[in-house]
């Protein structure tokens, strides 16, 4: 279980995040939306132990992964990427095929695309086991096919190892199709918590009646 008691992030007088209260249940997928700029990225750093925050607490899992929004390979091919990950040959073998991948898997990471580069770095995180998996807009570089195969991934990963999933994102489908639970940001603050079906349905607020009108599906 993550509980955030009276979580705040400022960058000198600006406030970026504040949120009084939210438990997160272990197992549980949670999908964060809102505008550029809403604390996506802030809560799911401060949840990762990248950065502090001004004020407040909250508790987390042992175990982590990250994956950032903004993508980045190693040196070498498709494969060694994965295995400094901490993978066996034979699992990042595996991982490529399930992101339609393995027809790269010797080229060289550095010169792949932007949505090819995307679904390496989720193998590359995947290829490890943890408590809580916190990725940053897992679908924001891929098309349709590719986010259909990230949206796989994640649901067969969360049953594989029982994990706690948190994730930013800008797609309804992939709030809808992975998460169980939506959260609508604004300005740092909550202004919808609950399924994605129901948020989108019913919005809280007049602001996220707003932003959920534009992400009917």
């Known amino acids: ?17 504040d949120i009084p ?10 999908a964060l939306a809102g505008a550029n700029g809403s604390g996506k990225t802030t809560l799911l750093k401060i949840l990762g132990g990248i950065i502090k925050t001004s004020e407040g607490s909250f508790t987390s899992s ?3 992964l990250y994956m950032p929004q903004n993508s980045y390979a ?14 066996d040959r034979s ?23 932007g949505g090819e580069l995307q679904r390496l770095s989720l193998c590359r995180v995947l290829s490890k086991e943890c408590n809580l998996l916190l ?26 190892c029982g994990c706690t999933v948190i994730m930013s994102t800008h797609s309804p489908l992939l709030a809808v199709n992975a998460a169980d639970r939506l959260i609508i940001l604004n300005s740092g603050k909550i202004e919808a918590d609950g399924s994605p079906e129901e948020i989108l349905a019913n919005p809280w607020t007049q602001w996220a009646k707003s932003f959920a009108a534009g992400w009917k599906i």
């Not at 209260?21 to 949670?30: K, R």
């Not at 190693?74 to 993978?87: K, Q, V, W």
């Open 74 to 87: 190693f040196r070498g091919d498709l494969i060694r990427n994965i295995l400094i990950g901490g993978a």
């Open 1 to 17: 279980m993550i509980e955030i008691k009276n979580l705040k992030k400022r960058y000198g007088e600006r406030t970026v995040l």
């Open 91 to 113: 699992k990042a073998l595996g991982l490529l095929e399930k992101f339609e991948l393995s027809h790269l898997a010797e080229k060289k990471a550095k010169s792949l695309s």
């Open 135 to 160: 990725l940053d807009e897992p679908t924001s570089a891929c098309d349709a096919q590719g986010a259909e195969l990230v949206i796989k991934a994640i649901k067969d990963y969360r049953e594989s």
């Open 62 to 64: 042992e175990r982590i």
């Open 21 to 30: 209260s939210l438990s997160i249940a272990d197992g549980e997928t949670l």
